[in-house]
């Protein structure tokens, strides 16, 4: 009960009901972030539980695409539970791509369910000068690394975001795209024939660009006590929410080419009967319908 009051208390003070500095005053100001220049250091920040059907594209878009004028550390937090996505970890690890350093991150199941969890401890730890908070059905597709490089020359910005990326519709567990993976872990790219342009207007979940200074002064929603405890089953991810509020921005738009994003009916990471499963999964299509109608696109 205490948990869903500040759940409630915290979705309000999101919305900008509430001044953020009470809760975190340590937000480096403009003139104390670095503006760097020349060749910059990302760390990509992913988490995968029984997504690794998602993630082998992620993966390997940074093999298809490798980026050459900034350096990426690709943090994956997982679960062991997980042996598929042990396996195809196990499998890019061996990888070695000019530019890229592979982070594997073994966390608590239970830690692994509470994404701000980990995303808190990569940036109170990241050495990077830029961090991309992101899901593991992103990929970064040709120039999209290499032009952010170029976006983030001399930048001091708290948070930006593309300004656009391309999805497919919800595609079903047997859809080809998605069951590809059942024959081993390898190198896969895409066809993004079927992909449509989706405009952006805030810096979401997975398309959080933050400065590596603001990271490691205040982690990711560190002073929400709420969004760093264990929980038994996937939380929902309303501290997207709650970091914007916090950096006092929905973000600044950048263009940025390449961002695709695989979009999907079933949650593999949710668990429940299959009533729950199937209330989820039509809740979900009539959101991106929604969504997609207010976009101006066909669903």
Not at 46 to 72: E, I, T
Not at 204 to 225: E, F, K, N
Not at 251 to 278: A, M
Not at 279 to 288: I, M
Request: net charge positive; glycine share 6%.
């Amino acid at each position: 009960m205490w948990n869903t009051l500040q759940l409630a208390f915290f979705r309000f003070a999101a919305g900008g009901k509430i001044p953020p500095q009470w809760f975190e005053p340590k937000l480096p100001l403009e003139c104390e972030r670095a503006a760097k220049t020349g060749h910059l250091t990302l760390e990509v920040v992913s988490h995968c539980w029984n997504y690794s059907h998602f993630l082998v594209y992620q993966l390997s878009s940074l093999m298809l695409f490798p980026p050459k004028q900034l350096d990426v550390t690709m943090t994956v937090f997982y679960n062991a539970e997980d042996t598929q996505t042990v396996k195809l970890l196990a499998f890019f690890g061996k990888q070695q791509i000019p530019g890229v350093t592979w982070n594997w991150q073994p966390i608590l199941k239970q830690e692994l369910f509470r994404r701000s969890i980990g995303r808190n401890r990569a940036a109170l730890a990241t050495k990077a000068d830029w961090v991309w908070f992101t899901d593991c059905d992103l990929m970064f597709r040709e120039r999209c690394l290499d032009s952010l490089a170029e976006c983030l020359q001399g930048r001091r910005d708290v948070l930006l975001f593309p300004s656009e990326e391309h999805t497919t519709g919800l595609l079903a567990e047997d859809n080809a795209m998605l069951s590809a993976v059942n024959k081993g872990p390898r190198v896969l790219d895409i066809d993004i024939s079927s992909f449509t342009t989706r405009k952006i207007t805030k810096a979401t979940g997975p398309l959080q660009i933050a400065h590596g200074d603001v990271c490691r002064a205040i982690g990711y929603c560190r002073s929400i006590p709420l969004y760093q405890q264990p929980v038994q089953k996937f939380a929902k991810c309303h501290e997207d929410r709650a970091f914007r509020w916090l950096l006092r921005s929905q973000g600044v738009p950048i263009s940025v080419p390449g961002v695709y994003r695989i979009r999907h009916i079933v949650k593999g990471r949710y668990n429940g009967s299959d009533t729950q499963s199937n209330f989820r999964t039509w809740v979900r299509v009539w959101q991106s319908r929604w969504r997609d109608w207010r976009q101006g696109e066909n669903a």
